[in-house]
């Protein structure tokens, strides 16, 4: 069944699910909109369950924009840490509110923001950490739990794809096949705790032609932005993202 909304009430769906396509052409950030939206929208808890859908149609959208760009040695590496974040997530989910752990979240994502800015500024600071072994698994687990807590994990893998010096293009691509593999794996999760149902799907339908338009709007934006000013922009999408989860706004 769907929500009865007004008609403002849904042009401000439309406008969520716009930025959920933009955010999957590369401006990750973007999608605090969404989120910021969603929540006025429907209950914490029950917005998961409702964008899960909606983020599996952008991510679908994006990998077929953007699939010749990806970086599958990247996402390999990537995969089994944030699996481990998803289950860790889903446990602590079954007994302690989703929303409890959004101050943390938002911490974490401004360390990773003050420490990328900090490299860019000092190019030797931390030169052989981003490539570590470690730091790998430390940002796949985090991407891990932030995706299924908050449906916030797009600005963790930007920095990290940023600290690893990855142009925009492959940045996209490799994102838009990460995503939507582990988005599709966060289904039988979200089926388990009630949160995707036949309301959420056909919500979620309804929302395709404005994810389509905002990944049409996006790629074309992404062709005249240059390396440095996107890097920028993800930074700055990061940092109020951030802000955000942390509660300042």
Known sequence: MLPHFTPWQWLLATLAAFCIGFSKSGFAGSGLATVIIMAQLFPP??????????????????????????????IRRMLPPTFAGIVLAFLLMRHIPAASFKPVIGAIVLTMVILQAWRKWRPAAFERVPHSHWFAWMMGVWSGVTTMLANAAGPVMSLYFLAIAMPKYELVGTGAWFF?????????????????????????AICVPAIALGIFAGR????????????????GFALLASLRLIGVF
């Open 45 to 74: 808890l029950e917005s998961t369950g409702i964008l899960l859908p909606m983020l599996i149609c952008g991510d679908v959208l994006s990998v077929l924009a953007f699939h010749q760009h990806a970086r599958w040695a990247t």
């Open 180 to 204: 939507l593999i582990v988005n599709v794996s966060k289904v039988p999760f979200s089926a388990q705790l009630g949160l995707i149902h036949g309301g959420t799907l056909l919500f979620g």
């Open 220 to 235: 074309r934006l992404i062709k005249i932005i240059p390396q440095n000013v996107f890097e920028a922009l993800l930074l």
